[in-house]
């Protein structure tokens, strides 16, 4: 059973970074696209970043573009969103999910493309 395992949210004020992590067992993790997506109060989850299989190709919503960053390790299984300048409007769970089909489309946006997803780690961004 795939388990993907998130980690590294916190409380921090407006123009601060953080660095998610989330890594997977059970899982030939270089063979899958993998995506970061958050939800925020009352609002339905949403895509943030996904990356392809070897890393060459990156995805973002055009909300954090220019901020985040999404990267891996598929030697240590896994994979980082670097978030920097963050603002109120990023307070969320944020969830990293892996394909759930190996296909070779690209981009991959949709969450039911998605399964695995991780328990969130929570994201509070202060003024």
């Known amino acids: 059973q795939v388990r993907l395992v998130e980690s590294g949210g916190g409380l921090v004020q407006a123009g601060d970074s953080l660095r998610l992590s989330c890594t997977a067992s059970?899982?030939?993790?270089?063979?899958?696209?993998l995506g970061w997506f958050r939800q925020a109060p009352g609002k339905e989850r949403e895509f943030v970043a996904a990356?392809?299989?070897?890393?060459?190709?990156?995805d973002y919503a055009d909300s954090v573009k220019g901020r985040f960053t999404i990267s891996r390790d598929n030697a240590a299984n896994t994979v980082y969103l670097l978030m920097i300048s963050l603002e109120p409007e990023d307070t969320a769970v944020y969830y990293c999910?892996?394909?759930?089909?190996?296909?070779?489309?690209?981009?991959?946006?949709?969450?039911?493309?998605?399964?695995?997803w991780g328990q969130g780690t929570q994201v509070t961004v202060s003024l």
């Open positions: 999910g892996k394909e759930r089909l190996i296909t070779r489309k690209w981009p991959v946006r949709d969450e039911i493309e998605y399964d695995s």
């Open positions: 059970d899982l030939t993790f270089s063979s899958y696209v």
């Open positions: 990356i392809s299989r070897a890393g060459g190709l990156t």
